[in-house]
């Protein structure tokens, strides 16, 4: 039954996203084609509704225009808690606890604000980071000329562009070799938004915080020419703001690979926590995985609390519907989190920076816990 159904949604989202931009000429007039939920079978609009019809009223989307694949578009079509059989082929066995303290606590001793402050100041200081406007690309090259920067401490890091066919704004991935293919990720988008390609969008927490978060324990890790078992990536993916276009984008590129992903961990906002937890977010996720992740975060750095954030609200989305096991670590519950977001109210000023620095702490020992999965 759940097959016969799955495939019934599938194939009316397939023939909207694999058929009709040839048949109706969608694509030439610059729609696009994104889903709210697993039942939705999808609607052309233009960026500017993106922005005015479902950003601006916090309605949450994925654009699935470029996304071809039967299995992909079977995962996005299926409600949380009915995951596709597909999705247990990657399954992965976790630890019951975390066992690398002696290694990770010296590492994690070594993080701080201070950086991560100067970057955010620079990321803020754009007039946006919108993924199709001028600022957005220029931010990106910034972005990418300090990450190579800070990975340059380790000359085994490599950093390189991930560029996409749709607009100018590339991600960014960096890589620390393992003694095995098999890869660790933690991602956090860098683009922002607040209504138009032209607005003032500082975007400090959403998700300038996230970036800051991951390059920080990309610091601490090359400083310290850490050398994992597990090859380990830090993902900075551009167009989220768009539908999660840079992360679809490639993760379905390392699943076309056949890439071995053991772990992504996603964190998109992070500088603002009134109730001081780091929040794991419970669907559209690897459930094993975000218990591991949790268990990480209580050992190392204390309480955590447990939310649930709806269909496509940030880029583990795009990991999980490509079959690679998926968690999201985020500053506060929805209620709670950043009023600011998606206006030029989202600034600097606004950020709470033991909130960063917790994450950032996370982030270390999330990575040295799961380089030895």
Known sequence: MRFSTLCTVLAGSASLAVAAPVADGKLTTGLRLIKTSPEDPGTWVTEEDKMTKYIAKKLQFIDITDITDPEVLAILSTPDGQEP????????????SPTRQSTANPLISQVSTSSPQSWLTTLTGYNNRYYKSSTGTSSAT?????VKSVAAANSKITVRQFTHSAFNQPS????????????????????????SSTARSPGADDNGSG?????????????????????????????????LLGSAAIFSNYK????????????????????????????????????YVTKIATSYIGATATDRCGYGCSDHASARSNGFPAAYACEDKMATSSPYIHTSNDALSTIQWPAVLRHAKFTVAFLVEASFL
């Open 172 to 195: 960014i991935i960096a890589t620390i070799p393992g003694n095995t293919t098999d890869l660790v990720i933690v991602g956090a988008h860098f683009d922002s938004t607040a209504g």
């Open 142 to 146: 910034w972005l990418f000329n300090t």
């Open 85 to 96: 059989e597909k999705l247990a082929v990657r399954a992965v066995t976790y630890p019951s």
């Open 211 to 243: 970036t800051v978060t991951i390059l920080e324990a990309l610091r601490v890790l090359a400083n310290a020419k850490y050398a994992p078992k597990n090859t380990l990536e830090f993902h900075f993916y551009a167009g989220e703001e768009g539908g």
């Open 256 to 291: 076309s690979a056949r890439k071995n992903v053991l772990a992504m961990l996603n964190q998109d906002m992070t500088g603002y926590s009134p109730n001081g937890k780091i929040t794991f977010y419970t669907d559209y996720v690897d459930s094993s995985l975000t218990t």
